[in-house]
């Protein structure tokens, strides 16, 4: 019985992440020249002259080539998902929602761009306000209705409700009451959506760092969902988990074959059409398998550029109210960026993030043995 659990499970995660690896290349070259035709182009503008001369290139590169990612990830999840799931019928709520709100705000920035728009897109309070909202209302749902966990101690299994926060280097878990439980679905839904938003700003620089850290949630997802491993690896079982799994495995393929376009230079941009949802919906599969806090470390790339962004702003406002003349940690924010205009050609620049996100790929699995 394990066994054909293993087996179909595994069919499943390889037929999600070839199916939506295969509609990405199929339909990209026809999105493209649509996208191309409809004067699509993206025309980056930062508050920094060197930079925009150094993205010049780009200007009739076309945008809301994630319109691509949101049909192959939601196709391949509905075919090869159990629907009946719970938290794969959230997931895919969430994930669309913000495919729709990416998609709007893409769409108001072009028609800006060509005149056709009085504003740069949606204004960040807008967009910010609905992913909260999004947030809560999952939130409130998965702290209702969420699986109950089990972890095992030396006291045998112990049976957990869906509200629990666990540590990286800790195998007890802390209790949360509902408002600090929506608290932390805000955190990592909203934070994470926009993190990888932050980082769509070089060519295949988001999905490749998606594609890394996707891969290690599918394996979290797995053991969480199987009671001998989470046993082994000091994870809590979540019933109902395993089903994540389908969920980054079509995230794994639609990312992939998304670089193949994306790739330096790139053919097509994702924009916030394919980056919220993303990164929305890696924090929902955190929030199911109870692994919100090793996002942050499986993410590390995603926390930099945040951070930086975070930094820049706070720097910069702090030194104008005491001298009069705002200042800047970085030559500009987020941080890749910085070292493009440091020298750094942008493919070394999108490498070497991929390394570093990398190397938090594996101190996020490393915790598992340290617990």
């Known amino acids: 019985m394990i066994y054909w659990f293993h087996t179909g499970l595994l069919l499943r995660i390889a037929g999600a992440a070839v199916v939506s690896y295969l509609i990405v290349m199929a339909l990209?070259?026809?999105m493209i020249r649509f996208l191309i035709r409809k004067k699509m182009g993206d025309r980056p503008e930062f508050n920094h002259a060197d930079l925009n001369e150094l993205t010049r290139s780009k200007g009739n590169t076309p945008t809301m080539g994630g319109i691509l990612i949101v049909i192959s990830v939601g196709f391949s999840t509905m075919l090869f998902a159990n629907l009946g799931?719970?938290?794969?019928?959230?997931?895919?709520?969430?994930?669309?929602?913000?495919?729709i709100l990416g998609?709007?705000?893409?769409?108001?920035?072009?028609?800006h761009s060509a005149g056709q728009s009085n504003r740069d897109g949606l204004r960040?309070?807008?967009?910010?306000?609905?992913q909260i909202c999004l947030a809560v209302l999952i939130g409130v749902f998965m702290y209702r209705y969420g699986s109950q966990s089990q972890v095992v101690n030396s006291e045998g299994i112990i049976e957990l409700p869906s509200h629990q926060l666990y540590l990286p280097f800790v195998s007890s878990a802390i209790y949360l009451p509902l408002f600090a439980y929506v608290l932390i679905v805000i955190a990592t839904m909203v934070g994470a959506s926009n993190a990888v938003n932050l980082t769509d700003g070089m060519d295949g620089l988001a999905p490749g760092c998606v594609v890394i850290t996707t891969a290690v949630f599918l394996l979290l997802a797995w053991i969480a969902g199987?009671?001998?491993?989470?046993?082994?690896?000091?994870?809590?079982?979540?019933?109902?988990a395993e089903e994540m799994t389908i969920l980054c495995a079509s995230i794994l393929g639609a990312c992939i074959g998304f670089l193949w376009y994306n790739a330096n230079p790139a053919?097509?941009?994702?924009?916030?059409?394919?980056?919220?949802?993303?990164?929305?919906?890696?924090?929902?599969?955190?929030i199911v398998i109870r692994q919100e806090s090793l996002l942050v470390?499986?993410?590390?790339?995603?926390?930099?550029?945040?951070?930086?962004?975070?930094?820049q702003v706070g720097y910069f406002k702090i030194t104008r109210r005491r001298s009069g003349e705002g200042k800047r940690l970085f030559r500009i924010a987020p941080i890749h960026h910085h070292f493009h205009l440091g020298g750094w050609a942008e493919p070394k620049v999108v490498?070497?993030?991929?390394?570093?996100?990398?190397?938090?790929?594996?101190?996020?699995?490393?915790?598992?043995?340290?617990?």
């Open 351 to 371: 490498v070497r993030f991929w390394l570093m996100g990398i190397i938090f790929a594996v101190l996020a699995l490393a915790t598992l043995k340290l617990r």
């Open 103 to 111: 998609g709007v705000d893409d769409w108001m920035k072009l028609r």
């Open 267 to 286: 053919q097509v941009f994702m924009g916030d059409t394919g980056s919220l949802p993303l990164g929305g919906l890696l924090g929902f599969i955190a």
């Open 297 to 311: 470390i499986a993410g590390g790339v995603f926390v930099m550029e945040t951070m930086s962004v975070i930094l």
């Open 85 to 99: 799931n719970m938290y794969i019928r959230m997931g895919l709520f969430g994930f669309f929602c913000l495919g």
């Open 28 to 30: 990209g070259p026809t």
């Open 124 to 130: 960040s309070w807008q967009k910010i306000l609905f």
């Open 226 to 240: 199987v009671q001998e491993w989470s046993g082994t690896f000091h994870l809590p079982l979540v019933l109902g």
